[in-house]
């Protein structure tokens, strides 16, 4: 997915283009999903491909959304970042290159890892809540 920059400016927030489009990272503790627990599948806020499930979602204590693997990892791509003097790894949108977030080594077992996810890179589509089974007469 190719857009300029006035196109992503057009239909993201100045935060969502900041962190999707420029690699920024929202405040820690700031984040609309950071401490949700609603149930869902979270899209790439740009392109809307798949990336995460609620089920995976877990309280890690940083701030920011962690999930212990990508709900599709066909949609989630994996780089080497050196910035800010550090040895990371990036994680970003395979469909439209946008920046999510980073991975680390140091998620719960059995697989260890934390994807540490920006809110402003995330849509949530919330799963429908059970209805109630109906009254009976009588």
Same mark, same amino acid.
């Given at each position: !997915?190719?857009?300029?920059?006035?196109?992503?400016?057009?239909?993201? $927030?100045?935060?969502? *283009?900041?962190?999707?489009?420029?690699?920024?990272?929202?405040? &820690?503790?700031?984040?609309? *999903?950071?401490?949700?627990?609603?149930?869902?599948? @979270?899209?790439?806020?740009?392109?809307?491909?798949? #990336? @995460?499930?609620?089920?995976?979602? *877990? %309280?890690?204590?940083?701030?920011?959304? $962690?999930?212990? &693997?990508?709900?599709? =990892?066909?949609?989630?791509? +994996?780089?080497? %970042? #050196?910035?800010?003097? !550090?040895?990371?790894? +990036?994680?970003?949108? $395979?469909?439209?290159?946008?920046?999510?977030?980073?991975?680390?080594?140091?998620? =719960?077992?059995?697989?260890?890892?934390? *994807?540490?996810?920006?809110? &402003?890179?995330?849509? #949530?589509?919330? +799963?429908? $809540?059970?209805?109630?089974?109906?009254?009976?007469?009588?």
């Amino acid at each position: !997915m190719k857009k300029t920059d006035a196109e992503w400016r057009q239909v993201l $927030s100045p935060e969502q *283009y900041r962190v999707t489009r420029e690699k920024g990272t929202e405040r &820690a503790f700031s984040g609309e *999903y950071w401490n949700s627990h609603e149930q869902g599948r @979270f899209h790439c806020v740009c392109c809307g491909a798949s #990336l @995460f499930a609620s089920a995976q979602k *877990y %309280d890690s204590g940083c701030g920011w959304p $962690s999930f212990t &693997a990508p709900a599709e =990892p066909a949609n989630v791509a +994996e780089a080497e %970042d #050196l910035s800010h003097g !550090m040895r990371r790894t +990036e994680v970003t949108c $395979s469909q439209c290159g946008a920046h999510l977030g980073h991975l680390f080594p140091d998620g =719960p077992a059995p697989g260890g890892l934390r *994807y540490c996810i920006n809110s &402003a890179s995330l849509k #949530l589509e919330k +799963e429908p $809540s059970p209805q109630p089974p109906p009254l009976g007469k009588g």
